[in-house]
């Protein structure tokens, strides 16, 4: 049972264009959502987060859409460039409980020039 | 900067032996984890901390053990090292246990023949 589900295994965009990785949950309790890179051989790192009350996180060429009564979320890469090629993760924790992270399967961006 | 690190890097086992996967962090963190991570199951948490000498079991502990004799340093042990437990190990810190960010080491490629 896949508490967050990322639909996608793998995207190709190409350059300039807008990725879009989308992701969805099952547990109503979640109420933060991080969003992780990797690139090859290294270690996950934090990218861009939102806390559920909020529908929209931006910062830079990141944008996180989200939508409660769907249990759904997404990300936006605006202008991807070939920099941006890694594995995203969506993750969702609730705060209360001590309730740990809970990760997707990942989605694997390739963005060709 | 945040820093976590792991060693080894790589390891190879035999089935049966006995294998320590070290981690290391200077963030002054009181929650540590370790977690797999596999082709299609993103990442799956092993074992986490609240801080020296506690240990909790994650979602898949079965086959680890796991050890915090400091606020620095988190081990996982296998005792009995088995072939489906061939997977790449991340430890990761953070300040709080769910929402917050967690930064996580490099990696440690584990294969057991």
């Known amino acids: 049972q896949q508490q967050v589900r990322q639909s996608s295994q793998s995207l190709t965009v190409w350059e300039g264009e807008t990725a879009i990785l989308n992701c969805s949950y099952e547990n109503s309790a979640f109420d933060y959502f991080p969003w992780y890179q990797q690139f090859p051989g290294e270690g996950p790192a934090l990218l861009i987060a939102i806390r559920s009350v909020s529908d929209k996180k931006e910062d830079g060429r990141f944008t996180i859409f989200f939508n409660k009564r769907e249990k759904n979320l997404s990300l936006h890469i605006k202008d991807s460039q070939p920099g941006d090629s890694a594995t995203y993760f969506c993750?969702?924790?609730?705060?209360?409980?001590?309730?740990?992270?809970?990760f997707g399967s990942g989605t694997r961006l390739l963005v060709s020039p | 900067e945040a820093a976590v690190t792991q060693s080894p890097r790589n390891k190879v086992a035999v089935t049966g032996g006995k294998v320590t996967l070290s981690c290391n962090q200077t963030?002054?963190?009181?929650?540590m984890y370790w977690y797999r991570q596999d082709t299609g199951h993103g990442l799956r948490l092993i074992h986490y901390s609240y801080g020296a000498g506690s240990t909790e079991k994650g979602d898949i502990p079965d086959g680890y053990k796991a050890s915090r004799p400091s606020q620095e340093n988190f081990s996982l042990i296998l005792e009995l090292a088995t072939p489906s437990q061939t997977s790449v190990y991340f430890c990761?810190?953070?300040?709080?246990?769910?929402?917050?960010?967690?930064?996580f080491g490099p990696g440690t490629r584990l294969t057991v023949l």
């Open positions: 993750a969702a924790s609730a705060q209360t409980g001590g309730y740990k992270v809970v």
């Open positions: 963030n002054n963190h009181n929650n």
């Open positions: 990761a810190s953070g300040e709080r246990l769910g929402g917050y960010e967690q930064y």
